[in-house]
């Protein structure tokens, strides 16, 4: 599951990607960027769908015990073994684990996700798995190091819950005037399935604790 993650230029951090995408409530396919999905079905939440009222945010032991870890060790065992055919997961709001994959699922997949009992949705035929993803990200960060300065920071998010392969850029700065889009989407070269999106909403930035160091990737030649 590590490589769900977002790449934080000039800040060096890493965020899960979590989704308020809906589940849908039947097998039905989604023609979003050529893919389809597919409901795991006969499965049911062992506890309700939104954490105790009093839990901690994301949820206590037990929710987190019943509804997430199960899923979220399946899709960890999937990445592993289905590497070169994994693309991505994430948790949407029910919650349901959403794992995509390059081409057709394998049913070895299909199979450990069924096994939890839990909820999930397969996306299958994405075009691209995980590690093409993160490759596509990281020529975009390259491509965003130019606006990085002492006032402004640049993000860099894998965000397949709102399209699969999108990559989403934000500036982050206490100066409004650094954080409008300068026509990214158009200028930033990355080939398809992937596409880029400006993030205007993420802008405020990252402020780092009292001793610790900014590590930046290393810029190509």
């Known amino acids: 599951m590590n490589k769900l993650a977002s790449c934080v230029v000039a800040a060096g951090l890493a965020a899960l990607v979590l989704s308020g995408c ?37 949820g206590d032991d037990e929710f987190w015990e019943a509804n997430y870890a199960p899923l979220g060790t399946a899709t960890a065992a999937i ?17 349901a684990m959403h794992v995509a ?37 990281n020529e975009v960060s390259r491509q965003t190091r130019q606006y990085v300065s002492a006032e402004r920071q640049v993000q860099v998010s894998q965000s397949p819950s709102t399209v699969p392969g999108l990559i989403e850029v934000s500036f982050q700065s206490l100066d409004p005037t650094l954080t409008t889009d300068p026509g990214l989407a158009e200028s930033i070269d990355v080939d398809p399935p992937f596409s880029v999106a400006f993030d205007a909403t993420n802008t405020s930035p990252v402020t780092m604790g009292v001793g610790t160091e900014q590590v930046l990737p290393p810029i190509d030649k």
């Open 79 to 95: 990445e592993e073994q289905f590497s070169e055919e994994f693309g991505y997961a994430f948790f949407d709001k029910t919650p």
């Open 22 to 58: 809906a589940t849908p409530l039947v097998s039905e396919p989604n023609e979003t960027a050529g893919a389809s999905a597919v409901l795991g079905l006969g499965t049911e939440p062992v506890l309700p769908h939104t954490p105790p009222a009093d839990a901690s945010i994301p």
């Open 101 to 137: 994959f390059k081409g057709p699922a394998p049913a070895e997949a299909v199979a450990l996700l069924q096994n939890t009992g839990l909820p999930f949705v397969i996306v299958e035929s994405v075009g691209f798995n995980a590690a093409e993803y993160q490759a596509a990200a």
